[in-house]
């Protein structure tokens, strides 16, 4: 991070006269403020807009609680506004809370190329970007990103690799197996739609792989990780074919498959949903408590820090900080107390 003291020290002059310059103060000298200006721009420095606000405000004797920096959410322009997402909401309240304005920009709009998109974003000197979340991979995104703090939420984006902010899914999915075990299911299934998958980086079949490998089983269950075969016929063939005491899916598509063909929940067989978000479905049975909105909330916090250590551009090495979730029971898994015992 280059700071003001290091350029007094090249530039050989006070830091005040440094400060004076950069904002283009009129008691400095045109010739002054073109050198300094030069200096700071061969030295790589960035201002921090959080600091130049609130030194601002000191200047004219008002220290406001919040100084409204702007920060961009760039969204994917298919998809349309972001605002009714809860990620977008919960970044816009931790912006407030931090001092920042959150505003939404779509990073692939054909009527924006990039080079408009830059423009706009230096003309309101925004400085920091969240990558808002995606329901399916993006190979990569083009921006000029060593001029902004970035960091992205999800693990969808593939190129470059930013900062990223995303659920544990590995950790969810050991927990969840030691539930299972003492709860007492023995062949236990893996059913969602391949989309999902890709979402996450195929975590939830290389966990469900990992969990077969350590059961030595000698009659292992086969994936049902579908896109068009995602239906009740092939899900119910499936079933029966391979016997699961319990299946762990996404969202109430097994459920209600089960429920159509007389298969009874948890008597029969147990379900478990690895991602329960009730804003986008209901969720009827037990799953992971899936908050889309602290996501969101914790992009802001990281990208507060990157932009309070003058961190800019694709880090050279990606930090992924991944959060827990809650496990929700709805009563479609055995209870502990009266799981079946070993004959």
Known sequence: MITIRQIAEIAGISKSTVSLALRRD?????????????????????PNPLVTANMAAMRIG????????????????????????????????????????????????????????????????????????????????????????????GYTLQSPRLDRIGFNHAENMERLFQDLSLRNYKRVGLAMRSDFDDRISHLPTASYLSYQFEQHSTDPIPLFVEDANW??????????????????????????????????VPEDVGLFSIWGIDEEQAQVHSHFGVSLELLGKTAIEVLADRLNSNSRGVPPRRRSILLSSDRIHLESLRPIESAIEEP
Not at 87 to 101: C, K
Not at 111 to 135: F, K
């Open 26 to 46: 009129p008691s400095c000298s045109a010739k002054t403020i073109e050198r300094i200006t030069k200096i700071a721009d061969e030295m790589g420095y960035r």
């Open 62 to 153: 008002r220290r406001q609680k919040n100084v409204r920096a702007i920060l961009t959410y760039f969204y994917d322009h298919s998809r349309g506004t972001p605002h009714a997402l809860s990620s977008f909401r919960g970044a816009s309240e931790q912006a407030a809370e931090l001092g920042f304005a959150l505003e939404a920009l779509p990073y692939n709009d054909p009527q924006m190329p990039p080079a408009r998109l830059l423009g706009i974003l230096r003309s309101r000197n925004i400085q920091g970007i969240v990558i808002g979340e995606s329901q399916t991979p993006i190979p990569h995104i083009e921006f000029k990103w060593d001029e902004f703090a970035v960091v992205a939420i």
């Open 231 to 264: 239906n009740k016929t092939s899900f119910l063939e499936w079933f029966r074919l391979n016997k699961p005491d319990c299946i762990i899916t996404v969202e109430n598509d097994v459920g209600n498959w089960l429920y159509d063909a007389k298969i009874r």
